[in-house]
């Protein structure tokens, strides 16, 4: 079985991320998205509705699941029997970044090895922070997040204007 895992913030989860997941799914038996739990980064959404808008995403993909972890991505994979990670490459910008996570979860865990899929071209510049930045000044975000999302950041931003 070869069982993958794609940790990340997903705040939210973008048509990027959902691209990732589709193509993963189709190459690996099991698919976990692990929403990583990291008190250095505040996020809009909390724990539960980032889960809860997964959730929601991947309800078509059958061999894709979302868990929530607060530990090392490295210990996780441990625990759960993964020995693939999967990350998402977009510009030169992220190899850095990229690089010193994956050489780092290689020290921790000598088992797991990390693979990237290589952004499709139209979703090149987008990002979490990009769609949050659009939906807080009111800007249309389709084409971006699924809908339900869009509605969901609108949502987000009319409560935090109104507190
Ligand atoms: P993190 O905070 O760990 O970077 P993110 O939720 O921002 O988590 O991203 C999770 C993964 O998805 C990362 O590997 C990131 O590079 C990848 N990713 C994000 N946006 C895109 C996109 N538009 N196309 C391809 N990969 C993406």
Redesign the pocket.
Same mark, same amino acid.
């Given at each position: 079985m070869a069982i993958a895992i794609?940790?990340?913030?997903? %705040?939210p989860?973008?048509?990027?991320?959902i %691209?990732?997941l589709e193509r993963a799914s189709k190459i690996f038996d099991e698919v976990i998205v692990v929403v990583?739990c990291?008190p250095a980064?505040k996020t809009l959404f909390t724990m539960e509705e980032r889960l809860g808008m997964i959730r929601e995403a991947i309800r078509g993909y059958e061999n894709v699941s979302v868990d929530a972890y607060s530990g090392l991505t490295a210990q996780y994979a441990q625990a759960k029997g993964a020995n693939l990670l999967?990350?998402?490459?977009?510009a030169v910008s %992220?190899f850095d970044?990229?690089l010193r996570?994956a050489l780092t979860n290689k020290k921790l865990n000598p088992e797991l090895e990390s693979i990237?899929?290589?952004?499709?071209p139209k979703?090149?510049?987008? &990002? &979490?922070?990009t769609v949050k930045e659009i939906a807080s000044m009111g800007g249309c975000t389709k084409g971006m997040v699924p809908d339900f999302i869009g509605e969901r950041l609108e949502q987000k931003y009319q409560e935090l204007a109104n507190a």
């Open positions: 794609y940790p990340g913030s997903f %705040d989860i973008t048509n990027g991320h %691209d990732i990583l990291n980064k999967i990350r998402g490459l977009r %992220d970044a990229e996570i990237f899929l290589m952004t499709s979703y090149l510049f987008l &990002s &979490s922070s």
